[in-house]
C-alpha cells in the first residue's frame, strides 16, 4: 500500500523555539495533505488542508503564523510549528492524499514536546 | 472540527468476546473509513466502506454502514489482547473533502 514518511517521529524543543516537522509521500502524488493534532486520550483535530502548490486552508481557531504550512512539491508537506510553548505540547500527524482518490493514507506521527 | 461522535467511549472486555464500536456522523459523505490507533502511535487503517455498501467484512472485522440514519459499526469477533487501541471512524466526502474524525472509542481487552 501507498507509504507517507513522517519525520521527526519525536522532538524536544526549547520554549520560543520554532520546529519544522516534514510529511513525504513515498510512492505516489500527494495532492492534498492533511495536518491534524491530537492532544492525550482525545481524537485527532483538523488543523488545516494543503493542495500542492497553493496556500494552505486553516481550520476555525488555528493560527496560520504560528503553523506554518508548505506544500511546494507533490510528495512534501512540512508543518512550522513556530514559537513553540508548552501548550503546543502534541502528537501531530499528517496525511497525504492522490488526486482523484478519496483514500488518505497516514504517516506515523511527531510527537512534539516544548519545554 | 470533528465530523461525529462514537460510542462507546470506553469499552473493556474479556479475551474472545466480541467488541462492537457504533459511529455517527453529520453530513452527507462518500466513504468511512476506521482506523485503529496504539497509545502515542500512527494510524493503521482497518478497513473502508463507500457510501453504496451496507456491509464489509475483513478478517475478524465486520463493518456496516447505515447512510439513512448517518451511523457506522465496527464488530471485532473473537478479541485478542492485541487489539487493545483506541479506534476511530472518519468520514470523507468527494475526492476534494477533508477527512474528519470521530471522538473514538478506548476498547481494552481483559486477559
Known amino acids: 500500500g501507498a507509504v507517507v514518511s513522517q519525520h521527526p517521529s519525536r522532538v524536544i524543543c526549547k520554549s520560543g523555539t520554532s520546529v519544522k516537522i516534514e510529511c513525504r509521500s513515498l510512492d505516489f502524488q500527494a495532492t492534498t495533505m492533511f495536518w491534524y493534532r491530537q492532544f492525550p486520550k482525545q481524537s485527532l483535530m483538523l488543523m488545516a488542508t494543503?493542495?500542492?502548490?497553493?496556500?494552505?486552508?486553516?481550520e476555525q481557531g488555528v493560527e496560520k503564523d504560528k503553523f506554518l504550512i508548505n506544500h511546494a512539491s507533490l510528495t512534501l508537506s512540512t508543518l512550522t510549528v513556530t514559537s513553540a510553548h508548552p501548550e503546543d505540547s502534541s502528537f501531530y500527524i499528517c496525511s497525504a492524499r492522490q488526486q482523484g482518490y478519496t483514500e488518505a493514507f497516514f504517516g506515523q506521527g511527531t510527537r512534539l514536546t516544548v519545554v | 472540527s470533528q465530523q461525529g461522535e462514537e460510542d462507546p467511549q470506553a469499552l473493556s472486555i474479556q479475551e474472545g468476546e466480541n467488541a462492537t464500536m457504533n459511529c455517527s456522523y453529520k453530513t452527507s459523505i462518500n466513504n468511512l473509513q476506521w482506523y485503529r490507533q496504539n497509545s502515542g502511535r500512527g494510524l493503521v487503517h482497518l478497513i473502508l466502506i463507500r457510501s453504496n455498501e451496507r456491509e464489509k467484512h475483513s478478517g475478524r472485522l465486520r463493518v456496516t454502514l447505515d447512510t439513512s440514519k448517518k451511523s457506522s459499526s465496527l464488530l471485532i469477533t473473537a478479541s485478542r489482547a492485541a487489539d487493545t487501541a483506541s479506534y476511530f471512524c472518519a468520514t470523507g466526502g468527494s475526492s476534494a473533502s477533508k477527512i474528519i474524525f470521530g471522538s473514538g472509542t478506548r476498547l481494552s481487552i481483559r486477559p
Open positions: 494543503s493542495n500542492e502548490g497553493s496556500k494552505a486552508t486553516y
